[in-house]
């Protein structure tokens, strides 16, 4: 399975930009999805996941109300809408894969096995 992430760019502070990322290579498997971001000398965090299904959300307190994730019925590919950016959203972000807890997008992020190459967000004030 690959995953291939686009969509990041350079935006003002309240503008909105769309994460996609692509799922290749499935075989079948049932997969959460989900988003994580790093910041320059900080540690990768979670953003927001989706169950396999598309019907279980989960997201961090920070994005919450600000940012939407949604799969397309076949579960290969998730979005990321972002609005009302903040500077503190900027970050490189990823996608990931979890087969481990396909049912529920709360999972801790080791049960994510599977990462895409990141796209870079960057919110300017």
């Not at 003002?12 to 971001?37: D, E, I, K, M, P």
């Not at 609005?83 to 087969?99: F, H, M, Q």
Request: aromatic fraction near 10%; include cysteine; charge should be positive.
């Amino acid at each position: 399975v690959q995953l291939q992430a686009s969509g990041g760019g350079l935006v003002h502070t309240g503008g909105s930009l769309r994460l996609s990322c692509v799922v290749s290579g499935r075989t079948g498997r049932r997969y959460a999805l989900g988003w994580f971001r790093q910041a320059p000398g900080k540690e990768r965090e979670f953003v927001a996941s989706i169950a396999w299904n598309g019907q279980i959300t989960s997201y961090a307190d920070s994005v919450k109300d600000r940012f939407i994730i949604s799969t397309d019925t076949t579960g290969s590919a998730v979005a990321l809408q972002m609005n009302s950016l903040k500077p503190e959203d900027t970050a490189v972000y990823y996608c990931a894969a979890n087969a481990k807890t396909f049912w529920t997008p709360s999972a801790p992020q080791t049960n994510f096995e599977i990462w895409g190459r990141g796209t870079q967000v960057t919110v300017s004030s």
